[in-house]
């Protein structure tokens, strides 16, 4: 069986639990290959959440979309409305399912947080080690890190 990389839950109306295999057979039209186009120093190829929230089906509650990363601990909340559109669930790598060291096995991505309009989105919204969507109504758990010292020791420990 194969094991489940990735849940979308909270307000939505179809709760998904998604295998590589799910993600890597959704319709061309829905991939995005080679995400170094959008960033250069990341790379694999995704799915957009546009296409993954189209099955879940966020209802009306649904204002924030929260990430989880469960192995670090790590959690990001940020407004629905402005990511949607903007979000790359990055899953794959070279054809293989996307490496730990590379954030895998689920990566957020988002193409251009500007494009989004808010403070909200950050380089600190680009999850790795992603293992849950959380469509919640407002704010959900963020713990991103406030100040320079603490974004710098999350990043250079």
């Not at 094991?3 to 959704?26: F, K, M």
């Not at 402005?82 to 991505?109: C, D, H, M, S």
């Amino acid at each position: 069986m194969t094991p489940i990389v990735l849940r979308i839950d909270g307000e939505v109306e179809h709760p998904l639990e998604l295998t590589y295999d799910d993600l890597a057979t959704c319709p061309a039209t829905d991939q995005v290959p080679d995400v170094s186009r959008f960033h250069p120093s990341r790379k694999g190829d995704g799915v957009t959440l546009e296409s993954l929230l189209s099955k879940a089906v966020p209802n009306r509650r649904a204002t924030y979309l929260t990430l989880h990363a469960t192995a670090d601990d790590f959690h990001a909340s940020v407004p629905l409305a402005e990511v949607r559109g903007e979000g790359i669930v990055v899953y794959r790598l070279a054809g293989e399912p996307l490496p730990t060291k590379n954030g895998g096995p689920i990566r957020f991505l988002i193409r251009n947080p500007a494009a989004c309009h808010t403070e909200e989105l950050d380089d600190c919204a680009n999850v790795k080690f992603v293992d849950r969507i959380e469509l919640t109504a407002g704010k959900g758990r963020d713990n991103r890190p406030e100040t320079d010292a603490e974004h710098d020791k999350l990043h250079h420990g």
